[in-house]
């Protein structure tokens, strides 16, 4: 013992080059952690009595954007495909929040301060959009902000939902924008609705057709899962667009974001990263160093959610919190219109767009939600009446 306290005493860093080395290295690496990371929330407001919902919060972003808002003072519901993992989520998030709040009394359980629950919700069921939709309007007078995180990515394209769309159409897109239209006068009843949708970066290589941008018709392509969800993700930054130009004077807002490369959430579940032990243990370094947590990936949605500087801030694409450019075609007013119209008339096809008020015992205005739809359609019906010559030039444009 010692020789080895001698050795260490007389021992000379600077005779080496590897102390300087590892340095270095642990710099490097603490700096291009940091900076992949994207930065934080950068406000702390109270969002006090606001009604949120979150699809897919029973975990990893969606868990952590619930957490984020049930501390800032939001009632949070949790529309969760797996109802029991839901309920965990909703346990777990009231637990932690009540541990880090003071006890106001010796009787008194901090976690009761927060309201979290989870309801079921399968995005490729239509039916069950409108089953949860129904069910919200019953329950709540309005709706605050709505944040549609819920995704696939790596799903079998071959086998389509009940509904017949390919699984990443309807679940990133399809289904998130008819939950929208069938909440949306709930969400012009409150002061400062707010409709977050998450995109990725993955739409920047999307391919999409101006002629079937939704990719539903007969001479449609086959996707491959990359392809599918590189769609879906375009499709609804082109609906953010679109949308936004829709709700134009109303108390609603909407836009979307992109949480960036994210580990430690279930979508690599199908990824051939995730397809045996020697290959996780190849690329999980590198998935630590170079991708965000699920903390991290959240923080975009939060600001979305939260900040009053943003309350007449509508149609933008969002990246580590700050408003970006997108790609050329995500810009592409034109295709946004057309994959509206579009969008509406495929859902109009196979279900409606409006919720039952008898069947869930409601006694709700919803002339609004309908107003918009049956605008946009008429502004469509106008266009194509149009004389040819001139159709022909707005579809060179």
């Not at 050795?7 to 860093?13: I, K, L, N, Q, V």
């Amino acid at each position: 013992m010692e020789r080895l306290l001698t050795m260490f005493e007389e021992a000379d860093p600077f005779s080496t080059w590897w102390p300087t080395i590892a340095a270095l290295t642990v710099g490097i690496v603490i700096t291009v952690r940091t900076l992949m990371s994207g930065q934080r929330c950068p406000n702390d407001n109270q969002i006090n009595e606001q009604i949120v919902v979150v699809t897919g919060g029973s975990g990893g972003i969606g868990f952590e954007i619930a957490q984020a808002l049930a501390g800032r003072g939001g009632r949070i519901i949790l529309a969760c495909r797996n109802l029991k993992a839901g309920e965990r989520a909703a346990a777990i998030i009231k637990r932690e929040l009540g541990c880090r709040t003071p006890l106001r009394s010796a009787d008194d359980n901090p976690a009761d301060r927060y309201f979290v629950e989870a309801r079921y919700l399968d995005l490729c069921s239509l039916r069950s959009v409108h089953h949860f939709a129904g069910q919200l309007m019953a329950e709540f007078e309005r709706i605050d902000v709505l944040v549609h995180n819920a995704g696939v990515v790596f799903a079998n394209t071959q086998v389509p939902t009940e509904d017949g769309f390919e699984r990443h159409s309807q679940v990133n897109y399809l289904a998130p924008f008819l939950l929208t239209h069938l909440l949306m006068p709930h969400l012009q009843r409150s002061d400062q609705g707010r409709i977050i949708f998450v995109s990725a970066h993955a739409h920047q290589g999307a391919k999409i057709d101006f002629d079937d941008p939704l990719n539903v018709g007969t001479w449609s392509v086959r996707f491959h899962a990359r392809e599918a969800f590189a769609h879906s993700k375009l499709c609804v930054l082109l609906a953010t667009r679109w949308l936004a130009r829709e709700l134009k004077g109303t108390s609603v807002t909407v836009n979307c974001c992109t949480p960036g490369l994210v580990r430690g959430t279930r979508h690599f579940r199908n990824s051939p990263l995730m397809s045996s032990i020697c290959v996780k243990a190849v690329t999980y370094p590198w998935m630590w160093l170079f991708m965000k947590n699920a903390y991290e990936g959240a923080q975009c949605a939060i600001r979305l959610a939260t900040d009053p500087q943003l309350k007449e801030v509508t149609g933008e694409y969002f990246n580590d919190c700050e408003i970006a450019e997108s790609s050329e075609t995500g810009q592409d007013k034109e295709l946004a219109k057309k994959l509206y119209m579009q969008t509406i008339k495929t859902l109009e096809s196979v279900t409606k767009l409006t919720v039952d008020r008898e069947a869930y015992g409601m006694d709700l205005e919803l002339e609004t939600g309908s107003e918009l739809r049956l605008e946009a359609l008429a502004e469509a019906e106008t266009e194509t009446n149009q004389g040819a010559d001139e159709g022909e030039e707005q579809s060179l444009e």
